[in-house]
């Protein structure tokens, strides 16, 4: 997941909303403050987080690193095809999106798969920016030596 986090400069968001309440939106906004450029993947917006939202990954006209799943599990085969199609590097699924056959099809198709997890969780876990709603507690860390 480290390499992934550290090599990757595009993170297709697919299912990113518009609405600053939801999950996906936060992630977003969070991936854009830490560097990465986030390409919204949403038929129904326009624009999200200043980037014109795509209705699919096939309409996405820059090379994507990192396609992050917030759909429900029955999406993922369809995505994971999408997927393989742009030669993302990974398919990066959120908590609760697992779907085993997507996941095969990503995976024989040379991509790494990670599933059940929050790219955004993970990233702040490495960079020892763990913290609730962006204030650092500096109580949830990678970092040996932190608490005391």
């Known amino acids: 997941m480290q390499r992934i ?3 990757s400069k595009t993170v297709a968001i697919v299912g990113l909303s518009g609405n600053p309440l939801r999950a996906s939106h936060f992630v977003g ?3 854009q403050r830490h560097g990465y450029r986030v390409i919204p993947v949403n038929p129904r917006e326009a624009e999200i987080l ?3 939202s795509y209705p699919s990954l096939r309409d996405v006209p ?3 690193d990192v396609v992050n799943v917030f759909r429900t599990p029955d999406a993922l085969p369809g995505i994971a095809e999408e997927a393989v199609e742009r030669r993302a ?3 990066w699924c959120q908590f609760n999106v697992v779907n085993e056959a ?3 099809i990503a995976t024989q198709a040379g991509l790494t798969v990670i599933m059940d997890r929050c790219i955004k969780v993970e990233h702040a876990r490495f960079v020892g920016r763990m913290h609730w709603l962006g ?5 949830i860390t990678s ?3 932190m608490l005391q």
């Open 5 to 7: 986090l550290l090599d």
């Open 29 to 31: 906004f969070y991936l």
């Open 50 to 52: 200043g980037e014109r």
């Open 62 to 64: 820059v090379a994507i």
């Open 89 to 91: 590097k990974c398919l």
């Open 102 to 104: 997507g996941a095969r």
């Open 135 to 139: 204030f650092n507690t500096q109580r």
């Open 143 to 145: 970092v040996r030596g």
